[in-house]
Nanobody, 117 residues
């Protein structure tokens, strides 16, 4: 089992910044890609950004140029730097990590990000 614990969410004004962190622990063997997803009220959970063990990244079009995903493999931690936030970014943000060996994705408990106009 893998446990993910997110932190860094909160309330921010439009145009502001937040940095989310997610620390993974447990059976990390054969886990690789980590990512951030978000779910706004009444909407499905969707991709924000992912990053492989080697550092290759992928972003949703809506956050390109504003959000930056990074990871510290030694600390099993992934970060999401969010700049130029707007009210449409308001959502619960979930951290994830993939285990191809077990063919599953683990999820954190989520952290609320609220952007006021």
């Amino acid at each position: 089992q893998v446990q993910l614990v997110e932190s860094g969410g909160g309330l921010v004004q439009a145009g502001g910044s937040l940095r989310l962190s997610c620390a993974a622990s447990g059976s990390m063997f054969s886990t690789n890609t980590m990512g951030w997803y978000r779910q706004a009220p009444g909407k499905q959970r969707g991709l924000v950004a992912t990053i492989t063990t080697g550092g290759s990244t992928n972003y949703a079009d809506s956050v390109k140029g504003r959000f930056t995903i990074s990871r510290d493999n030694a600390k099993n931690t992934v970060y999401l730097q969010m700049n130029s936030l707007n009210p449409e970014d308001t959502a619960v943000y979930y951290c994830s990590i993939d285990s191809p060996l077990l063919r599953r994705r683990y999820w954190g408990q989520g952290t609320q990000v609220t952007v006021s106009s």
